[in-house]
């Protein structure tokens, strides 16, 4: 049971609405009167540590956890009002005088999330490479920057990887909504996709919809993709598209019980690749356990997707791959016409614990709903 600042004592049970366009009267008896447009309730996704997995990856060897900076130590329902503090470089969301999140308008090629604060203060992504890896840490693969939005194949130009002369960039353009909030907290931004000439090949609009509670904490990406004055071709290729790089310490290969597990109970390597509503990747950080749910929403473009989600880390929703995940000859892709535009819809779910497989069930059928 979770006790909220109004003192009202909740049953477990998920909660994700959003007033406007986003509303779903059949949810409206779950809602607290005082919830504001575009809010989100994530209210008892408890992931507990009850599991004989969760258990086992505890090693009292594990390092310290990592913090994010200024991030609030203390785990509770809600710490407080949210709000963003911008500067010329990204856009911060503060709570209680804590980091939550910052979105970076340039880190590399693109846009990124980082840092990504989960419960108590640790910090869910790796560090490198916008900072040097730590003693023991990983340092491959530089194009995985927290957490990122791009595609390998676009137009025939790699976006994934950050080649400065062959590759396409994602330059920030404006912050359209910045929305603080008691219960959620909105942010909306828009970028352009360009070609290696500057060409601007796609526009793209991008809301980030934060909940007030720290643990879960729910974040929510609406990203709409419109072609401009030519067809925009997303090939079929592994390398995309809705990314994060959990901390080393999750990851599978770091044998410190770190798990992926998918909706049809597959684990670590055989959920690659595959088809699935959600995929959850959880492990030890320090002498906690910690976890990042990603849920795709029915409304979103090829659900329900493959996942490019990797033992060392990487943790990816792909809605356009095909044959690097199940063999033969690569598909047609997909042709976005041109002025159309292509809708793409998650949900994370940052938790403590492993993962609970009802838990989260029930969170996809309220995001499902809504």
């Not at 909306?188 to 500057?198: F, G, I, Q, S």
């Not at 419109?226 to 390398?239: I, L, M, N, S, W």
Request: hydrophobic share 40%; net charge negative; proline share 6%.
């Amino acid at each position: 049971m979770i006790i909220y600042g109004d003192g009202q004592c909740l049953t477990p049970t998920v909660v994700l609405t959003f007033n406007n366009h986003f509303a779903n009267p059949r949810m409206n008896h779950f809602i607290a009167s005082n919830v504001r447009n575009y809010s989100l309730l994530c209210v008892g996704v408890c992931m507990l540590a009850t599991s004989s997995v969760a258990q086992e990856a505890q090693p009292a060897t594990v390092p310290a956890p990592p913090t994010v900076p200024g991030s609030a130590v203390t785990m509770s329902a809600v710490l407080g009002p949210l709000a963003w503090v911008s500067d010329a470089a990204g856009v911060s969301l503060r709570q209680a005088d804590a980091t939550v999140l910052r979105y970076e308008f340039s880190s590399g090629t693109k846009p990124i999330v980082y840092p990504l604060a989960g419960p108590g203060g640790i910090a869910m992504t790796r560090d490198y490479p916008m900072q040097p890896a730590s003693a023991g840490g990983t340092n491959d693969h530089p194009h995985h920057r927290s957490l990122w939005f791009t595609h390998g194949e676009v137009n025939g130009v790699d976006f994934w990887l950050e080649d400065p002369k062959k590759g396409g960039r994602i330059v920030h353009r404006d912050v359209v909504q910045q929305t603080d909030g008691d219960d959620s907290a909105v942010l909306e931004t828009t970028a352009d996709w360009l070609m290696p000439d500057d060409q601007i090949v796609l526009t793209e609009n991008r809301k980030m919809i934060v909940s007030a509670t720290a643990n879960p904490r729910g974040i929510e990406f609406v990203i709409d993709l419109t072609a401009g004055d030519q067809p925009v071709h997303f090939g079929d290729t592994k390398e995309g598209s809705f990314g994060l790089r959990m901390a080393d310490s999750i990851a599978v290969d770091a044998k410190l019980g770190g798990v992926i597990l998918n909706e049809h109970g597959q684990h670590n390597g055989d959920a690659w690749g595959q088809r699935s509503r959600w995929v959850d990747y959880s492990g030890p950080i320090g002498n906690t356990i910690a976890g990042v749910t990603i849920l795709e929403h029915p409304d979103s473009h090829g659900h329900p997707c493959r996942w490019h989600v990797r033992t060392y880390g990487l943790f990816a929703a792909n809605p356009f791959g095909e044959h690097h995940f199940v063999g033969g000859e690569p598909t047609a892709g997909y042709t976005l016409a041109v002025g159309q535009t292509l809708h793409l819809h998650y949900l994370l779910l940052i938790h403590d614990g492993a993962a609970n497989v009802e838990e989260i069930e029930a969170a996809w059928q309220s995001l499902a709903t809504h």
